[in-house]
């Protein structure tokens, strides 16, 4: 009987949660449905903005991320790349190695600025803070969340002859809703939070936030959650994940009506020019195999370098030595670290076996009077705030340099014992559970043909127990099967469910004939 492949990790050291992982509960048969996709963008296109609004909008650092139109999402293969990211080193453990989303990632496919100050503010009353920067207090204002559709239908038609007040008022609704279906959004709905407003109550001073790096650190976490075998939804920028992994991995990329004209900005804009047919006819189990098979000639490590760069890049081309940062992302009490010496060979150096992480305290904790995030403020507050708040400013003294004399060999060498090799079994419960019970067949037959009459009592003792064990053996499959098909008939009716099973008295048939 062959033995069943170990999907790994060997060594437990980097991927300690391997227990709670989705992973860990597909290997034991238990499928979860394709996950719900929370992004609230079908609706962005009835916004109708001024020239004065548009100009506000720019100066805010939105005016890129704003002309992405909606992306129509892949949830299965959102699903599947789910599966293979970990929360333990924030990137996605797949065959040829470790890969990320990076800041340069989030800048050119997004548009979105990722230098400057992090994304945290002043939390106060939500209803103190819609009535002095909108104007009015939804009726239904509970837990700070305000619904995305009353921002719609209150302010997504400004006057042109507006006063400078009201026009500000409907932008500061806009860059709300705007985040809110998009890089802030939650599984709670079509809800935003109201803790954002206040960040644009100054359209300049909000262009100064790193708004890409707080996206990513929203993205990350909600991955990280997503990876989790008891979830079953996933928000944040999904359209930056999947077109993540359309540039970057050959897997369930569509097709375009037309080529495409790369010297668009944001780069998210070249995926709007799709197929009219389907993109495949895959679903989640095709994408998670074609993850486990995945080669490096699958993969575009630099998939920028060739494209043509418009004018607009400019904006971001000093910023993007962030993209090799070793620094912490925020997002108002969200701190993700960002990790680019795992993903090296993204920026087209070689990969060494990299350091071990250390975990990090993911929540930051501030004062309900918020902060006025200067370096200054930084060296004066103390504890877990200090440490994060301070890598980020501190985030250009931590950019990862090229090494000489890399063996790549090394790396692949240390990767495949601490990586998690499968998500997907290499045959079906079903097909191994067959292969498990005629090997029990062959071992029954071959006890069986043997003399025993001319064995002596030690050796038909011996006989004996190597047919108990063989039975034993049986019925610890036949009980584990219906282990797994209790937990799995919590999620799915009886008569679709594909797993195996065979009572007690089916297997000592099966051992006796």
């Keep these: 009987m062959g033995s069943i492949i170990d999907p790994g990790p060997i060594d437990r050291s980097v991927l300690y949660d391997?227990?709670?992982?989705?992973?860990?509960?597909?290997?034991?048969?238990?499928?979860?449905s394709v996950l719900r996709c929370h992004e609230h963008t079908s609706m962005l296109e009835q916004w109708k903005l001024t020239p004065k609004q548009i100009e506000l909008v720019e100066k805010a650092g939105f005016g890129y991320f704003r002309m992405i139109p909606t992306i129509s999402l892949d949830n299965a293969l959102i699903s599947a790349l789910v599966e293979r990211w970990r929360k333990e080193t924030n990137t996605f453990h797949l065959p040829v190695g470790e890969m990320t989303i990076t800041l340069e990632d989030v800048a050119l496919i997004l548009g979105l600025p990722i230098d400057g100050k992090p994304v945290m503010g002043v939390t106060r009353p939500p209803g103190n803070v819609c009535e002095n920067l909108l104007g009015k207090v939804p009726e239904d204002l509970t837990g700070g969340m305000l619904k995305l559709t009353w921002l719609k239908e209150s302010f997504s038609k400004c006057p042109e002859d507006a006063p400078v007040e009201e026009i500000e008022r409907h932008t500061r609704a806009?860059?709300?809703?705007?985040?809110?279906?998009?890089?802030?959004?939650?599984?709670?709905?079509?809800?935003?939070s109201a803790m954002y407003?206040?960040?644009?109550?100054n359209f300049?001073?909000?262009g100064k936030f790193a708004w890409g790096a707080a996206a990513l650190a929203f993205l990350y976490r909600a991955l990280g959650n997503a990876s989790l075998k008891s979830q079953s939804t996933i928000s944040g920028s999904l359209t930056l994940l999947q077109c993540w992994s359309y540039y970057r991995l050959n897997v369930g990329?569509?097709?375009?009506?037309?080529e495409p004209n790369d010297g668009f900005f944001p780069f998210?804009?070249?995926?709007?020019?799709?197929?009219?047919?389907?993109?495949?006819?895959?679903?989640i189990v095709t994408y998670r195999k074609a993850l486990d098979s995945l080669q490096p000639s699958d993969v575009k490590w630099l998939p920028y370098r060739d494209l043509d760069y418009s004018p607009e890049m400019e904006d971001f081309k000093e910023s993007l030595i962030l993209r090799a940062s070793e620094t912490v992302l925020i997002?108002?009490?969200?701190?993700?670290r960002h990790l680019p010496d795992r993903c090296l060979r993204q920026f087209g150096m070689l990969q060494p076996i990299p350091k071990d992480v250390q975990r990090w305290e993911r929540k930051i904790r501030f004062s309900d009077q918020g902060l006025d995030v200067t370096k200054e403020t930084i060296l004066q507050l103390k504890g877990k705030n200090q440490a994060e708040l301070k890598e980020w400013m501190d985030r250009r003294l931590h950019i990862i340099k090229d090494e000489e004399s890399v063996d790549e060999s090394m790396y692949m060498e240390w990767y495949e014992r601490i990586t998690r090799k499968f998500v997907g079994r290499p045959e079906s419960l079903e097909s191994e559970f067959q292969r498990i019970v005629t090997a029990m067949r062959e071992i029954a037959d071959i006890a069986d043909s043997l003399l025993k009459d001319e064995m002596g009592f030690q050796d038909r003792q011996s006989l004996d127990e190597i047919k108990n064990t063989a039975l034993s053996s049986l019925m610890d499959v036949v009980e584990d099967s219906k282990r797994s098909r209790?937990?799995?008939?919590?999620?799915?009716?009886?008569?679709?469910?594909?797993s195996p099973t065979i009572s007690k008295e089916a297997a000592l048939d099966v051992w006796m004939h």
């Design 197 to 201: 407003l206040p960040l644009f109550k």
């Design 174 to 192: 806009y860059l709300l809703y705007l985040v809110g279906c998009t890089i802030f959004s939650t599984t709670t709905g079509n809800k935003v």
């Design 268 to 283: 998210a804009l070249r995926w709007k020019g799709r197929a009219t047919g389907p993109r495949s006819n895959s679903n």
């Design 331 to 336: 997002c108002f009490d969200k701190a993700e």
């Design 18 to 32: 391997q227990e709670n992982h989705i992973s860990s509960a597909i290997w034991e048969g238990q499928e979860r």
């Design 204 to 206: 300049d001073e909000a």
């Design 253 to 258: 990329n569509p097709k375009f009506n037309q």
């Design 486 to 498: 209790r937990k799995i008939a919590t999620k799915r009716k009886r008569e679709d469910d594909p």
